[in-house]
Structure formats: C-alpha cells, structure tokens
C-alpha cells in the first residue's frame, strides 16, 4: 500500500521508499511532479492512499530542510532539523559495521569481551604513571609503586658490591664444602678480626715470627737515609728495593727501607713501619755478603730505638766451629772423640773408659762428676765432689792417718786413727762439704774429738766423746760440723 504525501519530493526514480516491513512498500509519490510531466496517472501497481493523522510526520512535515541537514526527534510528535557533520556522514555511509567502526576510529578491542581486559586498578595506575629508564625496577614501597635504578634496587634487597662482580672473579664453590681453586690473598698481613690470614701468615705466628718479604741487601754499618747512593753493599738497586739496616749510628733508624734513587730518601717499607709490624719481623736477605742469611728482630718493640737484629739462619757455609766442634755442611758435631769422650747407648756424650787422668785435668780443680759409670785413673791431690755415687776402686786410697798424741787435724786428711790414752783431737776451721772420719783404735781409752773456736758439733759447743773400737764421720756444715 502507498501513501501519497502532497509535500512529497521527487527521488532519482520517483518514489521514496519509507518502509520494507511487508510486502506492500509504503510509497509516497509527488504527484506535482507527476502532473507537470504529464503523468495523469500513476503506475498501476501503485496503490495511492491518503496520508493518516501521525504527529511524528506532522512533525517532520513542520520542519524546514536544508542542505547538510537532519532530522533529530526530541520526544514522540516533535522533532528538530540538525547539522549532518562529516563525521556522522561517514559513519551512515559505511557498508556495515566494519566499516562503521573504522570510521570512529575503533580497533579490535571494540569487538572484544569485557572480561578479556583488565579493570582499573589503582596500583596499575601507579605503575603507567611511572617513566620508563633502561635498568629500573618496578618495587613497591608499602602504598604505591615506584621505579627504582639496579643500585637503588641492591640496596633494598640487602645486596653489597660482590652482587655486581663477574662470577669469574671469585673461586665458585663446588659440591661439599670443597673449593674449585686455590684462595691466593693480596694482604698477608690481615690486621681485622674478621680478614682472612694466609697460611705463612699462620704459619710464622704459631712460630712467634712475622715473616716479611725478603730484602734485596742488607747493610750492619750505617748508610745515609737521605741520600744512600747508588749502591749498598757494593750491590746495585733500582727504585723500590728493599733494603734491611741493623748498623745505624742511630738506632732508631734501623729497620726495612725503600731504596728510591742514590740521593733520594728512603721510606719505611708499608709491611715494617710501625712498632708492631717490627715485633718479632724476620726476614732474608737475597744479595751482598749476607745473601741467603735471615735476620730477625726478636724484641717487642715500644719505639724503633729498641730494635736488635740477629741472624738466625744461613745456608752459606759461613759457620765454622769453634774448639771441639765440627761443622760439615748443615751437621754441627763434637770433635773431640776418640780416647777421651764417647757416646753411650742412647747417643749422649760420656767420659770414655779410662779418659780423664792427671793431663787432661787441673790437679787444682775441683772435679764434679754426675754419671756414677765414670772411672777415674792416675793419682790426684783435688778435691772431688761426688753429686752421684762415688765408687773406690781397688786402687783408689783416701788420705789418712795415724796418730798416738794429741793433734789438730789438717785439710789434707780424709781418715784419721787414734790409738792413745786420753787422747783428744781438735777439728780445723769448718768448710762446707769437707769429711772426716776418725776412729778410737784404743782398747779401753776414751777420745776426745773437739770443735774449733766458737764452732759446733751437731749445733753444740760440747765436745764428742768417741768410745774404744768406736768411729765417727763429721762433714762441714756453716758454723761448724755434723756427725753423719
């Protein structure tokens, strides 16, 4: 069914078509048109009614058109004549939706489910706010999120500098506890209770000895600090020798140098310039008459006045024995073997049998003898302090006597016999270790034994009274005598 509008304007065939909603097209045709070309009539397919009352085309038919213009309903019954913009052209003259969506400038995610995005996040917005630099990290800091530099970063992990060193520059560690490689320190002289100590280190402390580098050349007379010269020793240095003074004038100015030029001053080597470093320092010397010896400075020092250098080692060859000793090579021996001097079982050095006689000892010495297995012989007018036992032999006699009167016994006499009536025997002057032995040969009298002077017998003034056939032995003591 058609509807013919008297307001109608003519399309390129005619017609407009409002509607496809059935099968008879709403048509309105502009019977103007038709009659000023001469149409009286109309197809006679088409079906021409008259308009019904509606308020939207009441409306519409209100409205005054315009090029680039159109219609907008405000409400039902009214509406509005608007601008057609470009934009909004383009968008109705899009063959489909595709071409629709490009025309608002809509990507993929038009066409994309929601739950295919992520909602909006107050950290997601922290995160896009920050500025993107090569090397930072995103962190949290407890209420939002920051950008943090590799070195900001390592410090809030809790990292130090080992974390940014090529593995290559630390030995790895294995499986166990074993390391892939050998440890080799810089500083053989840790001074920090956490540094770790090499083993010379280790080793020259458990011997009480700080080991130092070894010295170039090592001078025992005194060389002038300021300007050494070219040489020390008659050996020639090059700068940053080490040289070890033990003979300055000055004794302060002993110790390990750097050799900078022949009119430069020497400095202190860094590992000797202090009290402490110098404490208990040893060291070798390398070239010069005392090459290949070691020096040490055994003293704990309390200024650089109070060092003393001495040798302690050399493998030169340059010790030589004294009196009954023999060197050969690193051996040093006693020689003085053969007829007077033996070893014993247990390679300890004995009195051969028979090998100290009146030559070989002073008559006037007093002969001290600890080994009870030494055998006298020849004749002696000494005294010998037995501090072991003292076995006589059958050729070995005791000075001794007889006497049958009164006598003062002298220092020579080690047994004396009184044979006489009331005979009475006064002791010398008391020396320490001195021994008697006086015998009563009477039959039936008494004698007499008496002390000297103001001396005593066994701490009294009184005299001793040895009976008939009786005997006793007195031994010096201070202030006089004890019976033994």
């Not at 006679?44 to 085309?57: D, G, T």
């Amino acid at each position: 069914m058609a509807y013919l509008h008297p307001r109608a304007t003519n399309s390129s065939h005619g017609n407009v078509k409002l509607s496809a909603a059935d099968a008879n097209a709403v048509v309105i045709a502009n019977v103007e048109k038709a009659a000023a070309s001469g149409v009286a009539s109309l197809n006679a397919s088409s079906k021409v009614v008259q308009n019904p009352a509606n308020a939207n085309l009441d409306s519409i038919a209100g409205l005054t058109t315009a090029a680039g213009k159109m219609i907008e309903f405000t409400g039902s019954g009214a509406s509005q004549v608007i601008d057609a913009t470009a934009a909004g052209k383009a968008l109705l003259a899009g063959a489909d939706a595709a071409a629709q969506r490009s025309s608002l400038g809509l990507g993929s995610a038009a066409t994309s489910a929601s739950g295919a995005f992520q909602p909006a996040d107050a950290g997601l917005t922290d995160i896009a706010g920050l500025a993107v630099s090569d090397g930072n990290f995103i962190v949290g800091d407890g209420s939002n999120f920051v950008a943090e530099s590799g070195a900001t970063a390592r410090t809030s992990l809790g990292l130090g500098t080992m974390a940014v060193e090529a593995s290559g520059d630390y030995i790895a560690k294995g499986g166990g506890t074993a390391m892939t490689g050998d440890l080799t320190l810089a500083n053989s002289s840790p001074s920090n209770a956490l540094h770790a100590a090499s083993k010379g280190y280790v080793d020259a402390i458990a011997q009480g000895i700080k080991w130092k580098e070894p010295v170039k050349v090592a001078s025992s007379s005194n060389v002038t600090i300021s300007g050494p010269g070219a040489s020390i020793d008659s050996i020639s240095l090059t700068s940053g020798d080490r040289v070890l003074l033990m003979g300055q004038t000055t004794n302060s100015e002993n110790g390990i140098w750097i050799w900078s030029g022949a009119a430069a001053a020497m400095t202190r080597a860094t590992d000797a310039d202090t009290d402490a470093e110098l404490s208990q320092a040893a060291t070798l010397v390398l070239n010069g008459t005392m090459a290949n010896k070691g020096f040490t400075q055994a003293a704990t020092l309390s200024s650089f006045g109070t060092q003393a250098w001495a040798m302690f080692s050399s493998v030169s060859g340059s010790v030589s024995g004294g009196n009954g000793i023999a060197v050969s090579g690193s051996t040093v021996s006693v020689d003085a073997l053969g007829a007077n001097l033996d070893f014993d079982g247990s390679a300890k050095l004995k009195i051969a049998t028979n090998g100290v006689g009146p030559t070989e000892l002073d008559t006037a010495a007093v002969y001290s003898l600890t080994d009870s297995a030494n055998t006298f012989g020849g004749s002696f007018s000494g005294t010998v302090t037995a501090t072991g036992t003292l076995t006589a032999g059958s050729g070995m006699v005791l000075n001794g006597a007889l006497y049958t009167g009164d006598t003062t016994l002298g220092t020579g006499i080690v047994h004396a016999a009184f044979n006489g009536t009331t005979l009475t025997c006064t002791l010398p002057a008391t020396s320490a270790g001195r021994f008697y032995i006086i015998k009563n040969v009477h039959t039936s009298s008494n004698l007499t034994i008496d002390q000297n002077g103001s001396e005593t017998i066994d701490g009294s003034t009184n005299a001793v009274t040895v009976y008939p056939g009786a005997s006793v032995s007195l031994i010096g003591v201070t202030g006089g005598w004890m019976i033994v």
